[in-house]
């Protein structure tokens, strides 16, 4: 699949942040449901979701 989907973040205000493996903000979008990552290079990423005060880290690898 082309896109990351969440689930349960409606109504919820936050920012995500895609970061590759260089340390570079890539992506920086409001948060929501779905996130298109057609344009990005396969590769390990981090995902860095805010919101309400509070910042959540994961690891996303991206493949063929």
């Known amino acids: 699949t ?4 969440f689930s349960g ?4 205000e936050g920012k995500i942040k895609l970061i590759n493996g260089l340390g ?5 979008t409001n948060l929501s449901e779905r996130i298109d990552l057609n344009e990005m290079a396969k590769g390990i990423y981090f995902i860095i979701i805010e919101k309400a005060g509070e910042s959540i880290t994961k690891k996303l690898i991206i493949t063929d």
């Open 2 to 5: 082309d896109h990351l989907y």
């Open 9 to 12: 973040i409606k109504n919820i």
């Open 24 to 28: 570079q903000i890539v992506l920086e």
